[in-house]
């Protein structure tokens, strides 16, 4: 049986058009039963329509890093409607709380641009950049209630170049990361 995904993301959406790629190609064993922004103009949501997977845009509310407990809620209720079993993060610029952790309990996964645990937070590619290393990449793990801190479950290594800026440096990232998160989508599939 396809393993039944809700994708969540702010912005570009290139993750989740990763994904809905395999799937349509055969090579991802799983379902996309909707698309759900934090942003009702976000890109990923036009990328949901191309596919024709159902979306929803779930109005945040006042806060900037975390989601009102009403509308953390609300997107609950989205998520469960759509018979989603396992929450895909792709770029959803917000922290999950109490009410999304509970009803997905190891149920929802994140694709991170570092080889945690090393540089969490934000811009890690900057990150790592400033740190000197020679070598970053990207790392899917379960969401839990830290930032950036629960079990991982695969990484992919990206060299840093000595020209390397932060947007050729994330760029070379974002590549990795849309091989490495169907990929493991797949071994949790089975
Ligand atoms: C990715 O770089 C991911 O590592 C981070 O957010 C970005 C999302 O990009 N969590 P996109 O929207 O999938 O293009």
């Known amino acids: ?14 993750n989740c058009r990763a994904i809905l790629e395999r799937i349509r190609d055969g090579s991802l064993d799983a379902e996309a039963r909707i698309v759900v922004s934090d942003f009702g ?29 009403a509308a953390e809620q609300e997107l609950v209720r989205t998520l469960q409607r759509a018979d989603v079993e396992l929450v895909v993060l792709a770029g959803f610029m917000r922290v999950l709380k109490a009410p999304m952790l509970q009803a997905f309990p190891q149920r929802i996964i994140n694709i991170h641009p570092s080889l945690l645990p090393k540089f969490p937070g934000l811009a890690a590619w900057k ?13 899917v793990h379960y969401v839990d209630a830290g930032i950036d801190s629960g079990m991982i ?5 990206v ?17 990795a990361e849309r091989e490495l998160y169907p990929e493991v989508i797949g071994c949790l599939a089975v």
């Open 1 to 14: 049986m396809a393993l039944r995904l809700g994708i969540l993301g702010s912005g570009k959406g290139s």
């Open 41 to 69: 103009d976000a890109p990923i949501l036009e990328i949901a329509r191309e596919f024709g997977v159902p979306h929803a845009h779930v109005a945040p509310g006042n806060f900037r890093t975390i989601l009102e407990p």
């Open 127 to 139: 990150q790592a950049l400033a740190a000197g290393e020679k070598v970053t990449g990207c790392t």
């Open 153 to 157: 479950l695969g990484q992919r290594e």
């Open 159 to 175: 060299p840093i170049m000595p020209n390397d800026t932060p947007e050729t440096l994330h760029a070379r990232i974002q590549i």
